[in-house]
């Protein structure tokens, strides 16, 4: 899904609009909807836009272009983010009796223990504004379908064809899956499953982007501009 983009504006120094960079890749922004695990939009989300700076929008368009040559294109789910965000999440995690999206993103885990295994951060590296959570999509990209408010919470760690529909090719779980299932190395997994993680993991490394060790969707950029700093701007 790509929907219209805002008009330039003043963004902080090395920071851009990646449609300025390249309008093909795709973006999903699931912050920016109700279908994530906090079930509602994020603080700092009022435009569809993603936001990178400058290094990381450059290396993800020379990502973008080998995504292209094995039939592919990127789709970006979150780029930077926002404290004001980083700061609703703890809000969120501290709350314990709200579990609105617990059957489809945390299924089986407790909400007090988000920070220990690293789901969740109380500083996020995407309000460094160089990392990015993407996926491929095949090409011609197929229809995504958008969850509405009312729509069922389908467990994310479901088989490809029986949770919510996604448009990425099958990468063993949903996005923001708060499971081992999504700890990119998980041996217990289909073989397609691996070797599709494996070429997403192939192409950020190959320009300069780094994976963690608990979500298969998330990348840094090694060279970032702004490695101790957090940035607290809206998304507009």
């Known amino acids: ?19 300025h960079i390249d309008p093909t890749i795709l973006s999903d922004l699931k912050y920016l909807t109700h279908h994530n695990f906090l079930g509602r939009p994020l603080p700092g989300y009022y435009m569809p836009c993603v936001i990178l700076t400058e290094p990381a929008a450059r290396a993800l368009t020379r990502a973008q272009k080998d995504a292209n040559a094995f039939g592919f294109t990127l789709k970006v789910y979150d780029a930077y983010r926002p404290q004001d965000a980083v700061d609703e999440f ?10 609105v999206m617990k059957a489809e993103f945390y299924p089986d885990i407790n909400k007090a223990d988000v920070f220990d295994l690293g789901y969740i951060a109380k500083r996020s590296t995407h309000s460094r504004g160089s ?25 994310s760690r479901l088989p490809y064809d029986q949770r919510f529909p996604d448009n ?25 499953v691996r070797a599709n993680r494996l070429l997403l993991r192939a192409l950020m490394e190959k320009h300069g982007f780094r994976g963690i060790t608990t979500e298969w969707w998330h990348f840094t950029l090694k060279d970032e501009p702004y490695p101790d700093t957090y940035f607290n701007f809206s998304l507009a």
């Not at 899904?1 to 449609?19: A, G, I, R, S």
């Not at 703890?90 to 579990?99: K, L, T």
């Not at 708060?178 to 073989?191: A, G, K, R, T, Y």
Request: proline share 14%; glycine share 6%; net charge negative.
């Open 1 to 19: 899904m790509n929907l219209p983009q805002p008009e330039n504006k003043n963004l902080p120094d090395q920071f851009v609009y990646l449609h």
């Open 168 to 192: 990425g090719i099958d990468l063993g779980t949903g996005f923001d899956c708060f499971d081992e299932l999504s700890h990119p190395m998980n041996p217990n997994l289909p073989v397609h």
């Open 131 to 155: 990392t990015v959570d993407l996926t491929l999509v095949p090409l011609p990209s197929p229809h995504q379908r958008q969850w509405r408010p009312g729509d069922p919470t389908l467990d």
């Open 90 to 99: 703890i809000r969120w995690a501290e709350d314990v009796e709200d579990q």
